[in-house]
């Protein structure tokens, strides 16, 4: 149990930073360049933890709330979804509906502190992040229950346990077909990634999650960049441990075709961010209703 | 039977992004794709026989190939690219082509049907086709996607023939695809005559035609 809790986290933690590394290292060579180094995360957040901490003198302690809850939400929903063929180290019945709304809670913080520095231009941020966010939620929501249906449980363990294989080769196959498809867009608009999202340019007036931590610096940015590396790697882990379902049995091999696997994920991100552009803003809740819709229709085949 | 659950489901999504996209060219081109992928239903169903190979090649040169071609042909010699406004926006058709598609799920479980057909995706995926059909006939103003619209309908129509044609003569299903071709060459006219006399093709203009 301890052993599994520390081996959770230690992949966690340590391997996170390294999916940006990956997408921008894919980014590049689509482009011809060379390209930051791998580890060029690590770098940063290494930079920005030695720096000292500066506030603008409006704000006040919400505006620390954000990146420390930006932080710890998704170290805890990371406690709660299997790694790969990897159990949870933290399983109630039920803990599907608080792993998506622990997102919500950071959401919030993150709003709140945008908010609280008192610029227009943060909350117009704020506001696009929450109008897409709460489009987002039917699709994660519909996804679950698809999950929850087949596997019978309301645990994120048994929702992702080894029922899985079974699914792919029943009927079920194409609702889990079709639900992959919607978490894939849902993970690239949470992680702010392009067709919703330009996680690359700062100051522009379509960006929607960049704006938010404009006026953070040092540790408290260092916390922001850390726990949206978290947070992609915790919604990968979903989309990973769905596409391979299987269990070598040893601890190890389990771990490293997660890894692979999140590898995998992080290369494609990077290609779509190459071939695709940003979407017109006017577009994205259109395409966010088309998949919760896409979910909607999983959950029908599903259950007839 | 493998292979059929895939096909028809690409085909309900196909419905779907059809219903809620603009773009007429892509339109024409993944209706296109839908009457090829229904014209291997027959081979998938049936297995390989004169009867199968001639519905096959029938409606994969009519419904693939001849008719997007014309359509195709047309939006090329009317200059027109994208349906501007629909009667429902396009988020709202979409929501009724799921709801339609999610009723077409639920009725076909009430119907009395052959045994072999009982668990099939055939009877659901055939009505919410016709259903989808039917929706973009009557929520567009462009006179082309209501002539996609009908050939969606007729898409829907030919999933439940492939249930019966070893009951269905071939020349019934020969005749609905005659009906259906000469429906796109009178559309293709009236199209043509409507872009003539109003400089659009905007079906509206025809409310305000006086004797």
Redesign the interface.
Known sequence: MLANLVLHLFILLLFAPLLLGIITKTKAWFAGRVGAPLLQTYYDLNRLWRKGFVFSRTTTWVFLLGPVVGLAVPLLAALMIPFGALPAPVSFEGDLILFVYLFGLSRFFTAAAALDTGSSFEGMGAAREVTFSCLAEPTLLFVLLVLARLSGGLSMNTLLGEHLLASWRS?AG?SLTLILVCLFVVLLLECSRIPFDDPTTHLELTMIHEVMVLDHSGPAFGMILYGAALKMMVLGALLVRLAIPWDTGWWLTNSLIFLAGLSVLAVLIGVIESAMARLKLPRV??VL??TS??S??AL??VL? | MEIT??LL?TV??IN?FTL?SARLGACIRIVALQGALLALLPLAVHGFSLHSLVLFSGALLFKGVFIPLLLLRAIREVRIRREVEPVIG??PT??LG?LM??GA??FA?FLPLAVEHLDSLFVPTALATMFSGFLLLITRRKAITQVLGYLMLENGIFIFGVLLSEALPLMVEGGVLLDLLVGVFVMGIVMNQINREFSSINTESLTALKE
Request: proline share 7%; glycine share 6%.
């Open positions: 009927e194409a809740p259109q209703v088309g819709l896409l909607i229709f029908v085949l007839r | 659950n895939p489901l309900i999504l779907f809620g396009f988020v979409l929501i799921v598609t999610a799920f639920l479980d």
